[in-house]
Antibody, heavy 116, light 110 residues
Framework: EVQLVESGGGLVQPGGSLRLSCAAS????????MNWVRQAPGRGLEWVAN????????YYMDSVKGRFTISRDNAKNSLFLEMNSLRAEDTAVYYC?????????WGQGTLVTVSS | QAGLTQPPAVSKGLRQTATLTCGGN????????ALWLQQHQGHPPKVLSY???NRPSGISERVSASRSGDTASLTITGLQPEDEADYYC???????????FGGGTKLTVL
């Protein structure tokens, strides 16, 4: 059974930092592109960033470029999102997800709240 | 980044058929198809259809996906109360180098 388990969310002040993690099991993690997708309270889904199988290619949504960094550790079947200079508008549930041509699995999410 | 176009709401009766649409362009839906997700209130999204229009194992045969040009569609037959949820489509946009999402369709089963 495929499982993606996110952790690292919490309450942080504006301008602060957080590091999210996603632990994968039940898949050959190193074979998949992986994504972070977020959902602000009461809003729709919004893609944040993704990374290729080897960690060599990374893409970001415009509003997080220069502030967020996606990375992975295939030896530990883990995906990360380093978030700096956090803003109130970054408040959301952050999901770890694969969205392949013939694959697709999502975690349960971790809540990030940016507030003073 | 520009998103995909979904109707905000669709209402259908019990046991009827609902077809949800997702409009894109040649760089996203028209290129590699759309992923379809179902989300019940307070729960994470669940994949209903991969971008190649195949269903993951465990997804009901009442669900099917298709694509015509730059528009993707999700059809749910024999609507049941548990089908009432928000539905999202998503596609990789090769010109933006970004995933784009639709705003979601709230499906109500009357």
């Amino acid at each position: 059974e495929v499982q993606l388990v996110e952790s690292g969310g919490g309450l942080v002040q504006p301008g602060g930092s957080l590091r999210l993690s996603c632990a994968a099991s039940g898949i050959t993690f190193s074979s998949y592109w992986m994504n972070w997708v977020r959902q602000a309270p009461g809003r729709g889904l919004e893609w944040v960033a993704n990374i290729d199988e080897d960690g060599n290619a990374r893409y970001y949504m415009d509003s997080v470029k220069g502030r967020f960094t996606i990375s992975r550790d295939n030896a530990k079947n883990s995906l990360f999102l380093e978030m700096n200079s956090l803003r109130a508008e970054d408040t959301a549930v952050y999901y770890c997800a694969n969205m392949g041509l013939s694959t697709g699995f999502w975690g349960q999410g971790t809540l990030v709240t940016v507030s003073s | 980044q520009a998103g995909l176009t979904q109707p905000p709401a669709v209402s259908k009766g019990l046991r009827q058929t609902a077809t949800l649409t997702c409009g894109g362009n040649r760089n996203n839906v028209g290129d590699q198809g759309a992923l379809w997700l179902q989300q019940h209130q307070g729960h994470p999204p669940k994949v209903l259809s991969y971008r190649n229009n195949n269903r993951p194992s465990g997804i009901s045969e009442r669900v099917s996906a298709s694509r015509s040009g730059d528009t993707a569609s999700l059809t749910i037959t024999g609507l049941q109360p548990e089908d009432e949820a928000d539905y999202y489509c998503s596609a990789w946009d090769s010109s933006l180098s970004a995933w784009v999402f639709g705003g979601g369709t709230k499906l109500t089963v009357l």
